[in-house]
T-cell receptor, first 112, second 110 residues
Framework: GAGVSQSPSNKVTEKGKDVELRCDPI?????LYWYRQSLGQGLEFLIY????????KSGLPSDRFSAERTGGSVSTLTIQRTQQEDSAVYLC??????????FGSGTRLTVV | GQQLNQSPQSMFIQEGEDVSMNCTSS?????WLWYKQDPGEGPVLLIA?????ELTSNGRLTAQFGITRKDSFLNISASIPSDVGIYFC??????????FGPGTRLSVLP
């Protein structure tokens, strides 16, 4: 597609439930990144996929967080047993190899 | 690991004023990017810098890649209300992942 698409744009969930956030990167972009942005804060790196290489999961805050990228394209970020501190905007970005990142509009997650 | 600092953290200016913000690092980079994030949106790339000393303009925006390769500056001339947002710098060294700064929050008063 023309840009990075994220869905849903907003998600409200009850504490303890699992959520899945989706990212459709720009077609042909080999690299895909997930970031988390808490209210009024900067960008917190979560995970990075590059081609067929093993993902860099060094930013995932706990084992409740996981992500996969199927067929080198669409990615899903899963948060299990959500907690209130998981409330944030989750941003996805993609790039060609090591070029500049193009961000999606994010998914605003609210855990109540 | 590498960290970037941005200053100021936030600023309030009058419409029409010029704005200056900077980004500093304890380590060198060979690519600098400046992004702007509008409320409720993802960051959008404004300017990319690839060479020490490089000065690049994009409309009212001008950014410079510091000679030491450890800093970068972004200037906005004659600010307008739609300049409101968070400005992030990002640095990259030798094809590694970009490191993002914490952002400068700009408010423009009419």
């Amino acid at each position: 597609g023309a840009g990075v698409s994220q869905s849903p744009s907003n998600k409200v969930t009850e504490k303890g439930k699992d959520v899945e956030l989706r990212c459709d990167p720009i077609s042909g972009h080999t690299a895909l990144y997930w970031y988390r942005q808490s209210l009024g804060q900067g960008l917190e790196f979560l995970i990075y996929f590059q081609g067929n290489s093993a993902p860099d999961k060094s930013g995932l805050p706990s084992d409740r967080f996981s992500a996969e990228r199927t067929g080198g394209s669409v990615s899903t970020l899963t948060i299990q047993r959500t907690q209130q501190e998981d409330s944030a905007v989750y941003l996805c970005a993609s790039s060609l190899d090591w070029g500049g990142y193009t961000f999606g509009s994010g998914t605003r997650l609210t855990v109540v | 690991g590498q960290q970037l600092n941005q200053s100021p953290q936030s600023m309030f200016i009058q419409e029409g004023e010029d704005v200056s913000m900077n980004c500093t690092s304890s380590s060198i980079f060979n690519t600098w990017l400046w992004y702007k994030q509008d409320p409720g949106e993802g960051p959008v790339l404004l300017i990319a810098l690839y060479k020490a000393g490089e000065l690049t303009s994009n409309g009212r925006l001008t950014a410079q890649f510091g000679i030491t390769r450890k800093d970068s500056f972004l200037n906005i001339s004659a600010s307008i209300p739609s300049d409101v947002g968070i400005y992030f710098c990002a640095g990259q060294l030798n094809g590694q992942n970009f490191v993002f700064g914490p952002g400068t929050r700009l408010s423009v008063l009419p």
